[in-house]
């Protein structure tokens, strides 16, 4: 048996309004070890498609996170420099270690540890405009 996202997952208005204001100034774009078509139907269940750029899914480079190239691929295909991106992760060994070691920024979702692959520590993604706007 297969898990639907309707089944688990609602709109969150909070969440939609932040990638509104994000998406103005920012490309978003989601990168993902999910299937691509789950993944795409999560965020719009989410209600923040329309502000994501692009997802990659593993499924559709055939190499997933952590590996180093799943991260560099994303990065040529974007056309961008690890420096001038962000990588905000719930999982610092898949999601924040191998592109903190690239140059990304880092931000994790999660209870603050000391770790050298983050940058940045917030409790949810709520907090992450407080964030960017005091970097900016």
């Known amino acids: 048996d297969s898990v639907s996202p309707d089944e688990h997952v609602i709109y969150n208005k909070i969440l939609a309004d932040l990638f509104n204001i994000l998406s103005k100034n920012n490309k978003i774009y989601v990168f993902t070890n999910s299937p ?14 329309q502000y994501i750029s692009e997802v990659f899914s593993a499924e559709t480079f055939g190499v997933s996170k952590p590996d180093i190239k799943a991260f560099e691929r994303v990065l040529s295909i974007i056309g961008a420099r690890a420096q001038d991106c962000i990588m905000i992760g719930d999982s610092i060994e ?29 409790k949810d993604l709520n907090e992450i405009n407080d964030l960017l706007e005091f970097k900016n």
């Open 36 to 49: 691509l078509k789950v993944s795409q139907k999560i965020l719009k269940l989410l209600g923040i498609n």
């Open 94 to 122: 898949k999601d924040l270690k191998n592109a903190k070691f690239l140059g990304l920024k880092t931000i994790a979702i999660s209870e603050k540890t000391n770790h050298d692959y983050v940058d940045y520590w917030i």
